[in-house]
Every structure is written in C-alpha cells, then in structure tokens.
C-alpha cells in the first residue's frame, strides 16, 4: 500500500537508511544518515506536494513502512522516479508495485509526459525493475555518490507517457 510520506515517516526511514545495504544504492543519501536531516526532509514532503514540486509515498505492508518511492523534480511535465526500500523488502516484488503506481499517480493524475530514473550501475536489481516498467536507457553518466563519497557511474533511463497505457 502506498500514502503520502509525512514526519511520521522520519524515524522508520533512519532505521531502513541505517542500513549501508540500503544507503549505498542511493546517490544523495548520506551514510551513516544524519536523523536531523532526515526529520527535516520529511518535514517538507506535505509541502512539496502541495506546491506540486515532488510526490512522496511511504510504501507500507502490513502497515509498516518498508521503503519510500517518489516522482520527485516535478517541472515541465516531467520529473524523477526514486525509490528504496527496507533489505528485508528486497527480491519480493515490492519495489516493482510500489513504482508501477507512482508512475501511474504522476502520468494519470498529475499529468507528467516523461520520467527520468538512474541507478548505480552495480545496482542490478534496480536495473531490472526499470527495465520491466519499460523504462529506455539513455547512457551511463559519473555522478558523485554522497553515501560512498565518490564519484559513481550512474546508468540513466527515461519513460515516455503512452496514451492509453
């Protein structure tokens, strides 16, 4: 089940970002996390959805948070898929459910024609969730890795809204 992330969501969030599995994969990701900066970034989700500039969804089984996926640098018609979820989660198929509604919230209802997405090139698992969801590649790019402290390549894939889809 997907809901709109909100403060609530901090602490869970730090605990799953606490493990180096997880914050690892994610680019902008600090490691170990920062609580602080993780409380004030989800301080901010209600008001990104409000102004419209991002879509944050606490992605819950059983009632638990076990990941985050979001449409994020929404401008444009278009913005960013992102998503992480807890390693327990991981090989289960949630990460493919949770994205395939995100990106059916941003084409359908928020009106979004393309979506970026990027993973780490060594993050084969993210690799085949874009690829099911139809993403396209556009090229490997470096890009620094705030988590790993180091420049990464990054692989770069856009989806284009297919109407009637």
Not at 103 to 116: H, K, P, Q, Y
Not at 133 to 145: A, D, K, T, Y
Not at 155 to 160: A, D, E, G, K, Q
Request: some cysteine; aromatic content about 12%; hydrophobic content about 50%.
């Amino acid at each position: 089940m997907l809901r709109p992330s909100d403060r609530e969501d901090a602490a869970r969030a730090f605990e799953i970002r606490a493990d180096w599995a997880v914050s690892r994969m994610l680019r902008m990701a600090t490691f170990p996390p920062d609580a602080a900066a993780i409380a004030c970034w989800f301080e901010g989700h209600p008001r990104e959805w409000t102004d419209g500039t991002a879509y944050r969804f606490a992605i819950l089984r059983d009632g638990r948070m076990i990941g985050l996926v979001d449409i994020d640098g929404v401008g444009e018609r278009e913005g960013v898929l992102g998503y992480w979820l807890e390693r327990a989660a991981w090989g289960h198929g949630f990460a493919f459910e949770a994205t395939t509604a995100a990106l059916g919230f941003a084409f359908r209802s928020v009106g979004l024609a393309e979506i970026t997405a990027a993973h780490a090139i060594d993050n084969q698992a993210s690799a085949a969730v874009l690829r099911k969801l139809g993403f396209e590649p556009l090229g490997i790019v470096q890009r620094f890795s705030h988590s790993r402290r180091a420049d990464i390549a990054q692989c770069r894939y856009i989806l284009r809204f297919a109407e009637g889809a």
